[in-house]
């Protein structure tokens, strides 16, 4: 049965099955919370940022198939908050509650070798990309791309993990011990004038909506700030937004979905990476939309009507990693002192170089102001008081 057919609603009070507990969980259990829905979280850990909020925290292995069919039992629905869950349990959950986005849509996205194959043969514009399997072939896909190129594992990957950039071809036998694995994808490497992002989701009657572009900028491939709405023309806003569209009916896919895009030199659009969830860059939509990409995912999946997506204000989103941490607790104070800006801490235990522990939202007259608001922020946060 496609993941489309019409179904009862389900109403507040039922039970959603979040599988995964990290800040994308949590913040999608504070939306369903407010609704007044009750959310189970399965995952490994425990004292999780999902779990913290959750009505119940089941700590267990993704590959525990008794116990993901039990826990999809005594749910309504189940979704998942990353998509690197096996393929195995997403099928086993399917056994016992409808699962959305499908299993289907993550087989497809948690690869991107599969993704960027369906997404070349459905015609979206994607970068050129060639299989890679062995050294040898890497050598002759680059004599194919030409450099410099990006050498990607094929299968979970995310924030920049698994990834190479070869400068050279003397560069190829490197590259292809760095990323120890049997299966990667090497890509073209695109001069492209900025990154942006569309957040699209989709509801099992078809009914499609889409944020305004999101602009992005990255800091050692993790995302580091973005601003909506995108600084791009509006010919091309509308067009990642239908190309968005395109993507989410092609896919089938019943809920929130990203599609990450790099904008050429020239205006054009080509397709980086999906992600078949919330993102990150979509977390701004909290306290500038009249409806959040979160509440978004939770309408979509439990056949409620969509929201609205009309963006307030502009706004600006900067990510706290755990770098912040180093010299010390962060100055929460002195961030909380500009009182135009939303502080978003996820509840995790341990800060790590590297790691997202919160972000910071401002919203503004313009993107601009918006993002020097919130950088002033970030900022504010390590630097001591004056006196």
């Known amino acids: 049965m496609s993941s489309t057919a019409s179904l009862r609603p389900i109403y507040p ?4 099955g979040v599988l995964g507990s990290g800040q994308l969980g949590r913040m999608f259990a504070i939306a369903a919370r407010r609704l007044g829905y009750r959310v189970h979280t399965l995952s490994p850990d425990t004292d999780t940022p999902t779990g913290q909020v959750a009505d119940v925290e089941i700590v267990a292995a993704y590959d525990d198939l008794d116990a993901i069919r039990n826990f999809a039992r005594n749910v309504a629905v189940v979704t998942f908050e990353f998509e690197n869950v096996p393929a195995a349990t997403a099928a086993a959950a399917e056994q016992s509650a409808p699962v959305r986005p499908a299993g289907q849509v993550l087989h497809t996205t948690q690869h991107r070798l599969r993704e960027k194959t369906f997404l070349s043969q459905s015609g979206f514009p994607v970068t050129p990309f060639v299989a890679v399997r062995s050294l040898a072939e890497l050598q002759t896909a680059l004599a194919r791309l030409g450099c ?47 990154e942006v992002s569309v957040v699209g989701v989709r509801g099992s009657n078809g009914v499609v909506v889409t944020y305004p572009v999101i602009e992005n900028a990255h800091r050692h491939h993790i995302l580091d700030v973005s601003c909506c709405p995108a600084r791009i023309p509006e010919n091309t806003a509308r067009e990642a937004a239908e190309i968005t569209r395109g993507v989410l009916e092609a896919l089938d896919c019943v809920g929130v979905l990203c599609v990450e895009f790099f904008v050429t030199r020239t205006g054009g659009l080509m397709i980086n990476e999906l992600a078949p969830r919330p993102h990150n860059s979509g977390h701004l939509t909290i306290d500038s939309c009249v409806t959040c990409q979160f ?21 600006a989103m900067a990510n706290l990693l755990g770098d912040l941490w180093q010299s010390g607790e962060p100055h929460w104070d002195q961030a909380c002192a500009l009182d135009d800006v939303k502080l978003h801490l996820y509840g995790k235990l341990q800060a790590r170089p590297g790691r997202k522990m919160g972000h910071l939202t401002a919203l503004g007259a313009t993107p601009d102001a918006a993002l020097e608001r919130v950088q002033a922020a970030r900022t504010a946060l390590v630097t001591p008081a004056a006196r």
């Open 295 to 315: 509440e978004q995912q939770l309408r979509a999946i439990c056949d409620l009507p969509l929201g609205s997506t009309e963006l307030l204000r502009p706004a």
């Open 13 to 16: 009070g039922a039970t959603i």
């Open 148 to 194: 410099p190129a990006v050498l990607k594992t094929a299968g979970w990957g995310y924030d920049g993990k698994g990834q190479y950039k070869i400068n050279s071809v003397a560069d190829a036998e490197t590259a292809w011990a760095a990323v120890q694995t049997q299966e990667a994808v090497l890509e073209a490497f695109v001069d492209f004038s900025c």
